[in-house]
T-cell receptor, first 112, second 113 residues
């Protein structure tokens, strides 16, 4: 069964540093997403990406965040200057023309 | 603002019994709903979905019921198994809003062997 792959599974970074979270969506999917989940809280939408541009973003997705699809297979989330409150699980998801999303297993980001 | 919420944060069920997980949604215009299962350390996994023009949809051991009158969703799991232990989220998608899924807080299902 096709999977969404995320790397790394765990990232520890110092406050103020830049991090790049990587995702390989399902190959024939068209829509790509980043969500995050702070420990013990619900999954929150960050951004959606379609046709090489952001189609929607949440209030969380401020100027410190950016997304990129640098080639035909990768989809990245960059946090320019991490804050303690950025510590969370970050989930990448993709979908085809239907509504069903496929989520990756997540990257646990710990900012110290 | 619009929100999706769950009534019970934790549900303990004896193995073999049926489980019912409830969800209230607030956007009466939402036309698509999904139940996700999240196991520890993993991403949300699609279980079953339902469109707003349906009241009930059945899958393998799972049934989703939609009551639009009271804006309520439920997920029924038949013959609950230890592998069903996870956090269950409902999610709603408003019309034209399939770029963004709004998740509920989640209900933790604990299956007692």
């Amino acid at each position: 069964e096709p999977e969404v792959t995320q790397t790394p599974s765990h990232q520890v970074t110092q406050m103020g540093q830049e991090v790049i979270l990587r995702c390989v969506p399902i190959s024939n999917h068209l829509y790509f997403y980043w969500y995050r989940q702070i420990l013990g809280q619900k999954v929150e939408f960050l951004v959606s990406f379609y046709n090489n541009e952001i189609s929607e973003k949440s209030e969380i997705f401020d100027d410190q965040f950016s997304v990129e699809r640098p080639d035909g297979s990768n989809f990245t989330l960059k946090i320019r200057s991490t804050k303690l409150e950025d510590s969370a699980m970050y989930f990448c998801a993709s979908r085809g023309r239907h509504y069903g999303y496929t989520f990756g297993s997540g990257t646990r980001l710990t900012v110290v | 603002g619009e929100s999706v919420g769950l009534h019970l944060p934790t549900l303990s069920v004896q193995e073999g019994d049926n489980s019912i997980i409830n969800c209230a949604y607030s956007n009466s215009a939402s036309d698509y709903f999904i139940w996700y299962k999240q196991e520890s350390g993993k991403g949300p996994q699609f279980i079953i979905d339902i469109r707003s023009n349906m009241d009930k949809r059945q899958g393998q051991r799972v049934t989703v019921l939609l009551n639009k009158t009271v804006k309520h969703l439920s997920l029924q799991i038949a013959a609950t198994q230890p592998g069903d232990s996870a956090v269950y989220f409902c999610a709603e998608i408003p019309p034209g809003g399939y770029q963004k899924v709004t998740f509920g807080t989640g209900t933790k299902l604990q299956v007692i062997p």
